[in-house]
Nanobody, 112 residues
Framework: QVQLVESGGGLVRPGGSLRLSCAAS????????LAWFRQTPGKKREWVGT???????TYSSSVKGRFTISRDNAQNTVYLHMNSLKPEDTAVYYC??????WGQGTQVTVST
């Protein structure tokens, strides 16, 4: 079974940028669509955006225009490019696809 490992989180100031990575242990071409989610303590996991095998993307209204998902099939990696970050973007970010176990996620903290 393919495993997904998130990385790239950290502390960033409001208005800053980060790029998160989601590395797959196998070919991501086998995955029809892959999504990014985020979660803060005490809240439900929130969908952020999805990229399909063909590269089409959709985003939640809370991040549209600021976040972009891209994929590198050769590296079996999907990226979440986050710009104009806000304190409310602080969360643990996960990537996931149907039938794949959730990983540990990567913490993003937006703060002065």
């Amino acid at each position: 079974q393919v495993q997904l490992v998130e990385s790239g989180g950290g502390l960033v100031r409001p208005g800053g940028s980060l790029r998160l990575s989601c590395a797959a242990s196998g070919s991501i071409l086998k995955i029809a669509s892959l999504a990014w989610f985020r979660q803060t303590p005490g809240k439900k996991r929130e969908w952020v955006g999805t990229v399909t095998r063909s590269g089409s993307t959709t985003y939640s209204s809370s991040v549209k225009g600021r976040f972009t998902i891209s994929r590198d099939n050769a590296q079996n990696t999907v990226y979440l490019h986050m710009n104009s970050l806000k304190p409310e973007d602080t969360a643990v970010y996960y990537c996931n696809a149907a039938g794949i176990n959730w990983g540990q996620g990567t913490q993003v903290t937006v703060s002065t």
